[in-house]
């Protein structure tokens, strides 16, 4: 945490996920003021990429239990399919001809699928792009 006055910024090690606390106290010349009380945090820390590949994408949370968001971004896409397969390649979840304009925010429910690595995978308009997440109970 660093700062002064009365804004401060936090910065976080990028592969923390989990729960954290959060306290403050001031301090001067005069010394140090008393801690306040702690305010918990979930830090997320979504997997992503970004539109490099002409899709943007986030899942969060990542790890998650089967429910999780996808977040699209795209400038040159405007429809996609989605595709989800576990570690040996086979599919377990598809979404065809899902129709966005420049970002998409979807729920998507998986809790029946056991723990383990997926692949998601979203493609349109001859662009594709894939990405990992965890399903952990």
């Not at 306040?36 to 539109?51: C, L, Q, R, W």
């Amino acid at each position: 945490v660093s700062g002064t006055g009365l804004t401060g910024a936090v910065t976080w090690d990028k592969t923390f996920r989990g729960m954290a606390t959060l306290q403050a106290k001031a301090s001067n010349s005069c010394g140090e003021g008393l801690a306040s009380e702690g305010k918990p945090v979930t830090i997320f820390a979504p997997v992503g990429i970004s539109e490099i590949d002409g899709i943007g994408i986030d899942i969060f949370p990542n790890p998650n239990d089967g429910n999780f968001t996808l977040d699209l971004t795209s400038s040159v896409v405007n429809n996609v399919n989605i595709t989800i397969m576990n570690a040996l390649g086979v599919t377990v979840y598809t979404a065809r001809d899902v129709k966005f304009q420049d970002k998409l925010h979807k729920n998507i429910h998986l809790t029946g699928l056991p723990q383990g690595i997926y692949h998601l995978k979203v493609n349109g308009n001859g662009v594709a792009t894939s990405v990992k997440f965890v399903i952990g109970k």
